[in-house]
């Protein structure tokens, strides 16, 4: 599938591609960027790049974490490539929240396939985020560019995008189509909070629970099995405003008791830090270093 190179940026030892591309699942034009890291570029390294997707929160586009999480230092200390993908189709034919609320709608696909009119045409970020978007990548840059976009891969993000992260990795786990997974103050009982329950009313129905628990990583960890010694890592600032209403990672913690992810999950609640951009930047170091670990590149 073709993507148009909209903008080539450079920044540290490699280049920001801001592409853009007609997806057939989600039936719009999608834009994604990706970070191109100093390995990318040398002549003399052609191991293969492994590949972290990012995925962003509420109302963010693929710029924010591309400006403002400097992932991009990281990629070139280990040698991987960053995709950061959109939050949601846009259009003008792509349906909104009807009352524009911010946390609904463009802008918050939740990353999961809608079921529910006017929604489901379009918003089928699941099948977009984990099957197309890799392959067509893959199929853009080609097998002799040395990018992994399909099997030594990551997966992370920060709110809504944790929750995807999160949910991906657990929907993929037997297929192991994710070596590594951490997430940033993310969503990890979307079943029992207002986010989640207006989201999942909205694009699953209101009156589908067994629906709503195949996107629900405080239920996927109680039916998919941990092959082994496999841990994800949580970051979660105190001072988050959302912590209380939204986050709660102590759902998580709770709904692992008991199961082969017991003590496999590790939320590091870090004092002080909120929600913004300075919270993710701030422990991007740390997350990189677990990814690069589970990536084989240290």
């Known amino acids: 599938m073709s993507f148009k190179v909209n ?21 719009a034009s999608m834009d994604v960027n990706v970070y191109l890291p100093k390995q990318y570029y040398s002549k003399t390294v052609r191991k293969l790049i492994p590949v972290i997707y990012y995925l962003s929160g509420l109302t963010c586009s693929p710029q924010n974490a591309s400006e403002k999480a ?15 993908p959109d939050t949601s189709p846009r259009g003008d ?12 709608g463009i802008g918050a696909g939740f990353y999961l396939n809608a079921t529910q009119e006017p929604y489901k045409k379009h918003y089928q970020m699941y099948d977009y985020i984990h099957k ?7 199929e853009y840059f080609g097998k002799d560019s040395n990018l992994d976009f399909l099997d030594n891969v990551g997966i992370t993000g920060h709110s809504m995008g944790g929750y995807g992260s999160l949910t991906g990795f657990l929907k993929n786990y037997d297929a ?16 029992k909070v207002p986010w989640g329950q207006k989201a999942f009313s909205g694009y699953l129905g209101s009156e589908n629970a067994e629906l709503w628990s195949q996107y629900d990583p405080s239920e996927l960890v109680k039916k998919v099995i941990n092959k082994g010694n496999d841990k994800i890592l949580i ?6 405003p959302f912590l209380q209403t939204n986050l709660r990672p102590e759902l998580l913690l709770e709904a692992t008791k008991g199961t082969s992810w017991e003590g496999k999950i590790e939320v590091k609640m870090v004092d002080g830090f909120d929600h913004s951009y300075y919270f993710i930047s701030t422990f991007v170091p740390e997350h990189a270093t677990f990814h690069a670990k589970n990536l084989g590149l240290i």
């Open 176 to 191: 192991n189509r994710y070596k590594s997974c951490s997430a940033f103050a993310p969503i990890v009982n979307p079943s």
């Open 70 to 84: 400097f992932w991009q230092i990281q990629s070139d200390n280990y040698g991987f490539a960053m995709v950061f």
């Open 235 to 240: 970051h979660q600032g105190t001072k988050d």
């Open 93 to 104: 034919d792509v349906p909104d929240d009807p009352e524009k609320a911010w946390d609904f």
């Open 132 to 138: 197309e978007l890799p392959t067509s990548l893959d």
């Open 7 to 27: 903008q080539e940026i450079a920044v540290c030892g490699g280049k920001v591609l801001k592409l853009s591309h007609f997806s057939q699942i989600i039936g």
